[in-house]
């Protein structure tokens, strides 16, 4: 069983669904402490006018003590402004009509929590892109250790054969105990390709929203498109 693990980020690029569809069981990291101005509560998407950050607003409050499942989102219209952005950037898209009306409705759901309307996103992408694996979250299991040691004690709980680790994983990764539990390690280093966008040249590390409005079913084959796949994880 290949494994592979990560925060639950908003609408997320390229290269984190490319782990996914690798991997034949995702486990939700909703347990890792809240990053301030990281990508866990914005991404780009394309205008215009160029790139476009759209941002969930959170309560900011003792953030240093909370994980990302708890942080709260602050209350307001925000999400019918983003949705509005969404849909003056992407109007004229191919394939508009084909995820617009459900992203719609997602964004405005009285979603409390940041973590919550992120899993909602990645479920969304999933079913848009066809990645059709099994889906947990680390809040239901009781992972032992920091960093590596972490990484490890849930591959031998989940009883994972091979870890897709992010590039970054390389640097605090302890390959040796992984080997010794018999456990391969895959470090992703993903190459971005270029696709069809609105809104002239090519822009890349966007939201996936950008990617499926304008090239729909096409866009799973894209993100995999010269980089590993399955056959390639040890």
């Known amino acids: 069983m290949i494994l592979t693990a990560h925060q639950p980020v908003f609408a997320p690029w390229l290269g984190w669904w490319h782990k996914l569809a690798l991997a034949d069981l995702y486990c939700v990291f909703n347990i890792t402490q809240y990053e301030r101005h990281s990508y866990e509560n914005r991404n ?40 509005r952005t969404i849909e003056l950037a992407y109007g004229k898209a191919t394939y508009f009509n ?25 479920l ?23 960093k590596s040691d972490l990484v490890l004690d849930m591959c031998k709980q989940l009883g994972a054969k091979s870890y ?31 696709y069809n966008q609105l809104h002239g040249e090519f822009v890349s590390h966007l939201s996936v929203i950008d990617l499926l409005m304008n090239e729909g079913p096409r866009s799973l084959e894209i993100i995999m498109s010269g980089n590993a796949t399955r056959g390639d994880i040890p």
């Not at 997602?106 to 940041?114: D, F, G, N």
């Open 98 to 122: 084909d995820y617009m009306p459900e992203l719609r409705i997602l964004l405005q759901q009285p979603h409390e929590r940041l973590a919550d309307v992120n899993v909602a996103l990645i």
């Open 164 to 194: 897709i680790f992010g590039n970054q994983g390389r640097d605090y990764a302890d390959v040796p105990s992984f080997t010794e539990a018999g456990i391969a390690v895959h470090f992703q280093a993903y190459k971005h390709p270029t």
């Open 44 to 83: 780009e998407i394309k205008t215009n006018a160029g790139k476009l950050m759209i941002i969930v607003p959170v309560e900011s409050k003792n953030h240093f003590d909370k994980t990302i499942g708890d942080i709260k989102i602050v209350p307001g219209p925000w999400a019918k402004k983003m949705v």
């Open 124 to 146: 969304w992408g999933m079913r848009a892109l066809g990645i059709r694996i099994p889906v947990i979250y680390a809040t239901d299991y009781e992972f032992k250790g920091t």
